[in-house]
Antibody, heavy 117, light 108 residues
Framework: EVQLVESGGGLVQPGGSLRLSCAAS????????MSWVRQAPGKGLEWVAN????????YYVDSVKGRFTISRDNAKNSLYLQMNSLRAEDTAVYYC??????????WGQGTLVTVSS | QSVLTQPPSASGTPGQRVTISCSGN????????VYWYQQLPGTAPKLLIY???QRPSGVPDRFSGSKSGTSASLTISGLRSDDEADYYC?????????FGGGTKLTVL
C-alpha cells in the first residue's frame, strides 16, 4: 500500500524555524517528483514546493521563496521541508504528496504548523 | 488568491445530479489538463479526476469531468450523503497557484 506519513508540525513563534518530514512507503520513492501542499485553517489548498526525483530541481511558490527549503533523502525514502522565518500566515496543515504539481496522488494525512506568540 | 474560480458552495438532494464549475483562462485551463480533488471532512484531499475526465481506479463512475475552452466541470450523478465534501479543481499555471478556491458540496 502506498503511504505517506508527515511529522514535525507544532507550535512555533514568529520568526522561528521548523522542519517537516514525510516518510514514504509502498512505492519506489526515488522515481517520483514529490510536493508539499498546505491548507490554512478553514481555507483552500496552496501548492508550496516540489523536488525532482534526484533533487536536482526544486520549485517554490513565491510566498515561501527564500524562507522554505525542500529536500529529500532517497536512501531513507523521506521528504523534508525546512521552514525558516516563519510568519503567522504560514499557519496551516502541511501535506506531502506524490507528484509534480497538479497530479498529486496520494497525499499524506497532514501535519499542523501553528505560528503564534 | 486563486487563479481558478469555483463557486464557494453547491448543494443537492440524494439521487440528484450536481455540477461544479471551474473557470480559468487560456494559460491555465485553456492549455492544460484539469484535475479534481475531493476532501472529505477532516481528511486529506484525494485525487478524483485526472487529465480532464479520467478516473483513478476505485473512483465510482458517478463522478465525471469535462473541459471546454477555459472552463471545466465536475459532475456527480446519483448524489449520496457521503459525497458531502470540499471539491477542488487544479490546473497548471505559471504562477504555481494551481488550485481553485474550492466548492463545499452539501447534500440536503
Amino acid at each position: 500500500e502506498v503511504q505517506l506519513v508527515e511529522s514535525g508540525g507544532g507550535l512555533v513563534q514568529p520568526g522561528g524555524s521548523l522542519r517537516l518530514s514525510c516518510a514514504a512507503s509502498g512505492f519506489i520513492f526515488s522515481t517520483y517528483w514529490m510536493s508539499w501542499v498546505r491548507q490554512a485553517p478553514g481555507k483552500g489548498l496552496e501548492w508550496v514546493a516540489n523536488i525532482k526525483q534526484d533533487g536536482s530541481e526544486k520549485y517554490y511558490v513565491d510566498s515561501v521563496k527564500g524562507r522554505f527549503t525542500i529536500s529529500r533523502d532517497n536512501a531513507k525514502n523521506s521528504l523534508y521541508l525546512q521552514m525558516n522565518s516563519l510568519r503567522a500566515e504560514d499557519t496551516a496543515v502541511y501535506y506531502c504528496a506524490r507528484g509534480e504539481v497538479v497530479l498529486l496522488d496520494p497525499w499524506g494525512q497532514g501535519t499542523l504548523v501553528t505560528v503564534s506568540s | 488568491q486563486s487563479v481558478l474560480t469555483q463557486p464557494p458552495s453547491a448543494s443537492g438532494t440524494p439521487g440528484q445530479r450536481v455540477t461544479i464549475s471551474c473557470s480559468g483562462n487560456s494559460s491555465n485551463i485553456g492549455s492544460n489538463y484539469v484535475y479534481w480533488y475531493q476532501q472529505l471532512p477532516g481528511t486529506a484531499p484525494k485525487l478524483l479526476i485526472y487529465r480532464n475526465n479520467q478516473r483513478p481506479s476505485g473512483v465510482p463512475d458517478r463522478f465525471s469531468g469535462s473541459k471546454s475552452g477555459t472552463s471545466a466541470s465536475l459532475t456527480i450523478s446519483g448524489l449520496r450523503s457521503d459525497d458531502e465534501a470540499d471539491y477542488y479543481c487544479a490546473a497548471w499555471d505559471d504562477s504555481l497557484r494551481v488550485f481553485g478556491g474550492g466548492t463545499k458540496l452539501t447534500v440536503l
